[in-house]
């Protein structure tokens, strides 16, 4: 049985234990719980010293609960710093934030499609620089005497002649004006 009364007194009923409410540290650094007593009224709480009672079980279920509030709070409150530290101007800083891709979908679409149509540029400049250097390595060979197994033919002379690149026909100078960008 749960009680704070002493075994040796027996005049009067023991005072039983319904449930741990709260905890406090007093200013002597002494731990009391505020106790809801079985048979009285809320008005009848009380706050007691650990030492004073004899209810493990019902300390022991308080104490798991309020560690759990108080993780799911710190938890809570982590995340809204976290959300603060992204949406907080930097000043002037180059420095950036790392998003997570639905963070930014859901808030910038508009950079999100600006972000993959460069992505895309940049992809389609490198394969037209590969195309240009293999272009070039093939013309090296013809012109050196050669025969290239890239199948470049070059048309003789001027401006307005066609090159052909692999089966493609491309008018002269094309490849050299698309480095140029």
Request: hydrophobic share 30%; proline share 3%.
């Amino acid at each position: 049985m749960k009680t704070t009364q002493n075994e040796d007194d027996s005049n009067e009923a023991p005072y039983v234990v319904e449930k741990v409410l709260d905890r406090r540290i007093t200013s002597a650094g002494k731990i009391e719980y505020y106790l809801k007593w079985k048979g009285y009224s809320e008005a009848d709480n009380t706050w007691e010293p650990d030492e004073n009672l004899d209810c493990p079980e019902l300390i022991a279920k308080y104490e798991e609960a309020r560690r759990m509030k108080e993780f799911k709070e710190a938890k809570k409150k982590a995340g809204k710093k976290k959300l603060e530290e992204i949406t907080k101007p930097r000043g002037g800083s180059d420095e950036m934030d790392i998003l997570a891709a639905a963070t930014v979908n859901e808030r910038d679409p508009a950079t999100v499609i600006a972000y993959y149509e460069a992505k895309s540029k940049v992809v389609e400049k490198a394969k037209e620089r590969a195309k240009f250097a293999a272009y070039e390595e093939e013309r090296v060979d013809v012109a050196s005497g050669n025969d290239g197994e890239g199948g470049v033919e070059v048309d003789g002379g001027g401006g307005g002649g066609m090159e052909t690149i692999s089966g493609t026909e491309i008018p002269s100078g094309t490849l050299e004006a698309m480095m140029e960008d």
